[in-house]
């Protein structure tokens, strides 16, 4: 049987709900036998996530997911098997999280002349992580006061791009982000692509320019793809010579189209991201 490997998820650290430690017993009974904790712009919680790996037997890659503005749109880059005490990549992820920091004041600003008062505080209340505030703990605060039924409805509503309380912000460039996950030790990889809404032609941009930069893989099999999604990435993939990773993007249980480990291997015809660190064979 081949090994359950989940390169993508978060925790409290950025904007999961459970704890580095939680998440890792989450992982190991869900069968995943090589775990990546990949916050948002930050690497806290790798420490705690690498020793509770230890603990259970299960291996660990230290990971981070780096948000990125390319051709006006967000995307997100992760990095694998990086080191989080690199100080090019801490002050890059430092400075993205100050970036956030602004973003909430404003954000809570447009939130107030929506009716929705002291928003700032209301989201913090959320943060377990106070350098990293996330729109996902406005919109657990829009949720718990009741002016929205559910997270989407947050998004859809007020937090989503171009709705009334979006604040546009300017992340690292891709050449950044990718600068700094090599400069760490790390292997750069396209965040699930299929949620970009590019068009086919800032697709192969993205893909592009990536690939000139140094970037090495692109999420094939993700929580946030559907299966004609892998079969569509997997070609890309094979097309531009990236290697292929897997990872559930898992923030909470019962959010997201799957839990922990819980997603198809990927297609045997792509190298795998891991292929350098993890033999089939060899379990933890
Ligand atoms: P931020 O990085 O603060 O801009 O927030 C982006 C995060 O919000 C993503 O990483 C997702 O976890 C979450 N998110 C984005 N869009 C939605 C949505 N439509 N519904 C629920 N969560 C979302
Ligand atoms: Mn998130
Ligand atoms: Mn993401
Ligand atoms: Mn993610």
Same mark, same amino acid.
């Given at each position: 049987?081949?090994?359950?490997?989940?390169?993508?998820?978060?925790?409290?650290?950025?904007?999961?709900?459970?704890?580095?430690?939680?998440?890792?017993?989450?992982?190991?009974?869900?069968?995943?036998?090589?775990?990546? #904790?990949?916050?948002?712009?930050?690497?806290? !919680?790798?420490?705690?996530?690498?020793?509770?790996?230890?603990?259970?037997?299960?291996?660990?890659?230290?990971?981070?997911?780096?948000?990125?503005? &390319?051709?006006?749109?967000?995307?997100?880059?992760?990095? =694998?098997?990086?080191?989080?005490?690199?100080?090019?990549?801490?002050?890059?992820?430092?400075?993205?999280?100050?970036?956030?920091?602004?973003?909430?004041?404003?954000?809570?600003? %447009?939130?107030?002349?929506?009716?929705?008062?002291?928003?700032?505080? !209301?989201?913090?209340?959320?943060?377990?992580?106070?350098?990293?505030?996330?729109?996902?703990?406005?919109?657990?605060? =829009?949720?718990?006061?009741?002016?929205?039924?559910?997270?989407?409805?947050?998004?859809? %509503?007020?937090?989503?791009?171009?709705?009334?309380? &979006?604040?546009?912000?300017?992340?690292?460039? =891709?050449?950044?982000?990718?600068?700094?996950?090599?400069?760490?030790?790390?292997?750069?990889?396209?965040?699930? @692509?299929?949620?970009?809404?590019?068009?086919?032609?800032?697709?192969?941009? #993205? &893909?592009?320019? &990536?690939?000139?930069? !140094?970037?090495?893989?692109?999420?094939?099999?993700?929580?946030?793809?559907? @299966?004609?999604?892998?079969?569509?990435?997997?070609? =890309?993939?094979?097309?531009?010579?990236?290697?292929?990773? %897997?990872?559930?993007?898992?923030?909470?249980?019962?959010?997201?189209?799957?839990?922990?480990?819980?997603?198809?291997?990927? @297609?045997?015809?792509?190298?795998?991201?891991?292929?350098?660190?993890?033999?089939?064979?060899?379990? @933890?």
């Amino acid at each position: 049987m081949s090994l359950n490997i989940d390169l993508h998820s978060h925790s409290r650290q950025s904007d999961g709900v459970l704890s580095p430690a939680e998440v890792a017993a989450r992982a190991q009974a869900n069968g995943v036998d090589w775990w990546a #904790l990949s916050d948002h712009d930050e690497t806290s !919680g790798l420490s705690e996530a690498a020793q509770a790996a230890r603990d259970l037997g299960m291996g660990f890659i230290p990971g981070v997911e780096i948000s990125v503005t &390319f051709c006006g749109k967000t995307v997100h880059i992760v990095g =694998l098997n990086i080191d989080p005490d690199n100080a090019d990549l801490a002050a890059g992820l430092a400075e993205i999280r100050l970036g956030r920091f602004d973003r909430a004041k404003l954000v809570a600003e %447009r939130l107030a002349e929506c009716g929705v008062a002291d928003a700032f505080e !209301g989201a913090l209340r959320h943060v377990d992580n106070p350098d990293l505030i996330s729109r996902v703990h406005f919109a657990r605060h =829009l949720l718990e006061q009741g002016h929205v039924k559910s997270l989407q409805q947050a998004f859809d %509503r007020y937090l989503g791009e171009n709705k009334r309380a &979006f604040v546009p912000t300017q992340w690292a460039s =891709l050449e950044q982000a990718v600068g700094w996950i090599r400069g760490a030790g790390g292997k750069a990889v396209i965040a699930h @692509p299929g949620r970009y809404k590019y068009t086919p032609q800032q697709r192969d941009a #993205l &893909f592009q320019a &990536f690939k000139d930069l !140094g970037g090495q893989g692109v999420e094939v099999v993700t929580g946030s793809h559907t @299966p004609a999604q892998y079969e569509q990435y997997a070609r =890309l993939a094979l097309t531009y010579g990236f290697q292929a990773s %897997r990872g559930s993007d898992f923030h909470a249980p019962g959010v997201g189209r799957v839990d922990l480990g819980r997603m198809p291997d990927l @297609p045997d015809s792509l190298v795998p991201v891991w292929r350098d660190w993890i033999q089939e064979e060899h379990r @933890p």
